[in-house]
């Protein structure tokens, strides 16, 4: 459960830590931390509170790994503004979303206004 901005610390340390695991490279372990830390960030600033849920994942003769970030905030109101750079309904630079698309391999979002947000990343090896 994520609720306090010192809960991303964590995030990452664990995001590192299982893509390191995984056998992800010493360049890839930190992109995937911070694609991490992006979501929880998200889900701690907007939303107050959520879950992230990393996961080993195995798809044929691949590995890989996948991130769940999911809230019961405010929702996103535009899915198509908020994945472009620059664009922040907050403080932020606007470019969390956009980001974690670029760094991993899938990305599928869903937010509905007034019931939270559900986004699941992967990243395969």
């Not at 994520?2 to 010493?26: C, M, W, Y």
């Not at 590995?63 to 109101?77: F, L, R, S, T």
């Not at 969390?96 to 899938?106: A, H």
Request: net charge neutral; proline share 3%.
């Amino acid at each position: 459960m994520l609720h306090e901005p010192s809960d991303n610390a964590n995030v990452v340390f664990a995001a590192k830590r299982l893509a390191e695991q995984i056998g992800f490279t010493e360049t890839q372990q930190p992109l995937i931390a911070t694609a991490a830390s992006e979501l929880s960030t998200n889900i701690i600033r907007y939303a107050g509170k959520g879950m992230l849920t990393l996961r080993i994942l195995w798809n044929e003769n691949r590995e890989g790994m996948e991130i769940v970030a999911q809230d019961k905030g405010p929702g996103i109101a535009n899915i198509e503004k908020a994945m472009r750079e620059n664009f922040s309904t907050g403080n932020g630079l606007g470019l969390g979303l956009p980001s974690v698309k670029r760094i991993m391999d899938e990305f599928e979002i869903q937010s509905k206004s007034g019931h939270g947000t559900y986004i699941v990343a992967r990243k395969w090896k």
